[in-house]
């Protein structure tokens, strides 16, 4: 099994940016697909991000589109999700997630390994 750790979440006002980190141990993340979720208070979990284990693609979901992107580094062990013009409806607790397969799913089931969290606040 291998263990998420995700930092970078902070207080932030709208506009602003923030780049958060997943690093990873226990055994090596190269061949995983790895993803961010993230879920607002009351909310159920939603898919933010996905990127193949290769860094060749990635999806997202349309509310970030253009805002954020998922990158990541197997040689240390770790996935980015950089988020720009960020809006009050993206606060929220962000979870990284990882998953063997190739498909770049956006069910939280389909993931096997999960952090416990950052929270991201974007103020108005």
């Known amino acids: 099994q291998v263990q998420l750790v995700e930092s970078g979440g902070r207080l932030v006002q709208a506009g602003g940016s923030l780049r958060l980190s997943c690093v990873a141990s226990?055994?090596?993340?190269?061949?995983?697909?790895m993803a961010w979720f993230r879920r607002a208070s009351g909310k159920e979990r939603e898919f933010v991000a996905a990127?193949?284990?290769?860094?060749?693609?990635?999806n997202y979901v349309d509310s970030v589109k253009g805002r954020f992107t998922i990158s990541r580094d197997n040689a240390k062990s770790t996935v980015y999700l950089q988020m720009n013009s960020l809006k009050p409806e993206d606060t929220a607790v962000y979870y990284c997630?990882?998953?063997?397969?190739?498909?770049?799913?956006?069910?939280?089931?389909?993931?096997?390994?999960w952090g416990r969290g950052t929270q991201v606040t974007v103020s108005s």
């Open positions: 990127i193949k284990w290769s860094g060749s693609r990635s």
């Open positions: 226990g055994r090596t993340i190269s061949t995983d697909t």
């Open positions: 997630a990882a998953r063997s397969g190739l498909q770049l799913s956006t069910t939280p089931n389909d993931y096997t390994s």
